[in-house]
């Protein structure tokens, strides 16, 4: 275990937050693998157990910065998928994939999105998360928000019988969120991959066997 000493100009918190990065061996192992973060793990595993990027698959990875999930599912698609990341911030540019800065709650982006993977997608990702107040309330909400609106464009873009990931903190206020998925989807599931730090309220709604409102 690799101990860190307090600095003058480091807070505790910020003491804690390095300590824990020394010693995660998902930090290691995504250096090793030129992963841009430790979340390409989750992905990694929740698509290990729920089978999600197939190849030749088309994928959106929402809220996609740094790129790590965006890096995984342009691997396990091949050449003959298409992967477009999303996020509302500049993403340096990932092999394989398109990349769009863009708001999602901007009506346009959905457009965007679509036109950028060339037609429905099979596949819509979304690992967003907040930044944190510590209001535990405050913060499961916002979550939920993001959930939601990765959901508005699931909506228009998946292809029938097509499968949508996000994340959500664990808790009450998801309940209408959960109900529409429900309703859209053939299956259901709640998921924490290894990967999610044990003291995290991080959870994953897996949803696959989209049913369009259209069919």
């Known amino acids: 275990m690799v101990r860190v000493r307090s600095a003058k100009r480091r807070t505790p918190s910020s003491t804690e937050w390095l300590k824990r990065q020394l010693n ?13 973060s430790r979340a390409a793990f989750k992905l990694i595993e929740l698509d290990d157990r729920f089978s999600l990027l197939r190849r030749g698959a088309k994928v959106v990875d929402l809220g996609c910065a740094p790129g790590g999930w965006t890096q995984v599912a342009v691997e396990r ?12 911030v500049e993403t340096a540019p990932i092999a394989g994939a398109v990349l769009l800065r863009a708001d999602l709650t901007d009506p346009t982006t959905h457009a965007a999105v679509k036109q950028a993977l060339g037609s ?14 510590g209001h535990a309330r ?4 916002r979550i939920v928000a993001l959930a939601e609106a990765a959901f508005a464009i699931g909506e228009e873009i998946l292809t029938p019988r097509g499968i949508f990931v996000a994340k959500v903190f664990q808790g009450g206020a998801e ?10 989807f053939a299956e259901l599931r709640h998921a924490k991959p290894p990967a999610s730090r044990a003291q995290s309220a991080e959870t994953y709604v897996v949803a696959k066997g989209f049913r369009r409102a259209d069919n």
């Not at 405050?138 to 909400?141: A, K, N, P, V």
């Open 175 to 184: 309940g209408e969120l959960l109900a529409r998925l429900k309703r859209a």
């Open 77 to 88: 698609v091949g050449p003959r998928g298409r992967v477009v990341g999303v996020d509302l």
């Open 120 to 133: 429905d997608a099979d596949v819509v990702l979304s690992d967003m998360a907040p930044a944190t107040t």
């Open 138 to 141: 405050t913060d499961h909400l």
């Open 24 to 36: 995660d061996p998902y930090v290691a192992a995504a250096r090793h693998h030129g992963y841009r």
